[in-house]
């Protein structure tokens, strides 16, 4: 199949070098809008913080990225458990009328 093949993408991401990496062409439009939301994320950054250095910008960047992946865990942790409960609820409702 084509979308298992793997080739190169070239993410361009701040004032930094860019750099290359191997991904599936599946992946791709998921690569891309990550790279558009960070690259937006950090030109507001910068614009709200001029004269800090690129690299402090970049590192809120990722520190605001990584917390959002957190509560997003957190958030399906959660789901989880309440869909846990819910089978559970559900289960020995149905085992009463079977009953």
Known sequence: MNEDKLHRFTAHIADVEPFVFNIKLSEEP??????YHVNEFWTKMSREQPGKDSHYILAKVALAFAELYYRKADQMV???RLMEDF???LD???IKLDQ
């Open 92 to 94: 020995s409702l149905l």
């Open 87 to 89: 089978e559970q609820k």
């Open 30 to 35: 998921v690569f891309r809008r990550a790279v």
């Open 78 to 80: 959660e789901q989880q």
